[in-house]
């Protein structure tokens, strides 16, 4: 009898973890991160950037886009969008929520490569998404000084070339690079002249026992004249759990300051 007692409690309190990573798996966080560079060009005041990273499986909310709708210049996408087994229709349902935020751009993360990419770029072109695979735009001020957005294709899909996108970089311009993984801290030299490195891709170890997992949690850090973001991302891969890793979104607000900072703080959604 006390065995089964026992059996019965442990079954109860696995129930109960369960239920809590099912709900914050789905939970709508958005973080935001007031960054300041001493080389931001200061004719362009201050650029906010909504960031979303590892979508898959998620529906975007009303929520969600309420709480950010308005506050940003431009929407970008992390990658992995969706992953095998997702429907195009839902991705391109999120993305048309996604436009009421802003203009999008998009870098390509391993998991859109999963199933028909072709029909998935050619939706996202279909809504005026700017597909930054190697590739750069940049943004001009009133006063001529200029923003450039980096972009390179995924990295574990060996796509990426941080060579070609740097080209296509204006020179003199402040530089934000975009990578689905955050890996290509290693690619990157004091010469590229990026200011700012935004990546998904671990979900933040997703479900960590302890505070440990398979990859380090979401983070925002300055090294030198650097701030590198991770984001533990919107959505989950393989099961729709998290533990130890809430699901977050970003607006990014930078400016010219007097030092490379980076300050966060959760919005009350």
């Avoid at 973890?17 to 099912?22: K, P, Q, R, T």
């Avoid at 048309?96 to 072709?118: C, M, Q, R, S, T």
């Avoid at 170890?205 to 919107?234: A, H, K």
Wanted: aromatic share 8%; charged share 25%.
């Amino acid at each position: 009898m006390i065995v089964l007692i026992c059996l019965a409690v442990i079954a109860a309190i696995i129930a109960v973890i369960i239920v809590i990573m099912y709900r914050n798996a789905f939970l709508d966080r958005v973080l935001s991160e007031d960054l300041t560079f001493p080389q931001f060009p200061e004719s362009f005041g201050k650029v906010t950037v909504f960031f979303i990273s590892d979508i898959h499986r998620r529906r975007v909310t009303d929520k969600l886009i309420g709480a950010v709708k308005g506050k940003a210049d431009m929407v970008i996408l992390g990658g992995d969008i969706r992953e095998g087994g997702v429907a195009l229709k839902q991705a391109e349902d999120n993305i048309i929520k996604l436009k009421e935020a802003g203009p999008l751009y998009f870098v390509w993360g391993n998991n859109d490569y999963e199933g028909d990419y072709h029909s998935l770029d050619a939706m996202l072109l279909d809504h005026g998404v700017r597909i930054l695979d190697n590739t750069a735009v940049s943004f001009q001020s009133e006063q001529g000084e200029k923003i450039s957005l980096i972009g390179i294709d995924d990295i574990s899909e060996e796509r990426d070339r941080l060579d070609l996108a740097l080209s296509d970089a204006e020179k003199g311009t402040f530089r934000i690079l975009v990578s689905h993984n955050p890996i290509v801290k290693k690619q990157i030299e004091d010469e590229h002249g990026i200011s700012l490195v935004v990546s998904g891709h671990t979900h933040g170890g997703q479900i960590r026992v302890f505070g440990y997992g398979p990859y380090e949690i979401g983070s925002i850090y300055t090294e030198g004249d650097c701030v590198y973001l991770t984001s533990n991302g919107y959505g989950t891969s393989t099961v729709p759990l998290r533990l130890g890793a809430k699901p977050e979104t970003h607006i990014i607000t930078i400016q010219k300051g007097e030092k490379t900072s980076a300050i966060r703080n959760e919005l009350q959604m």
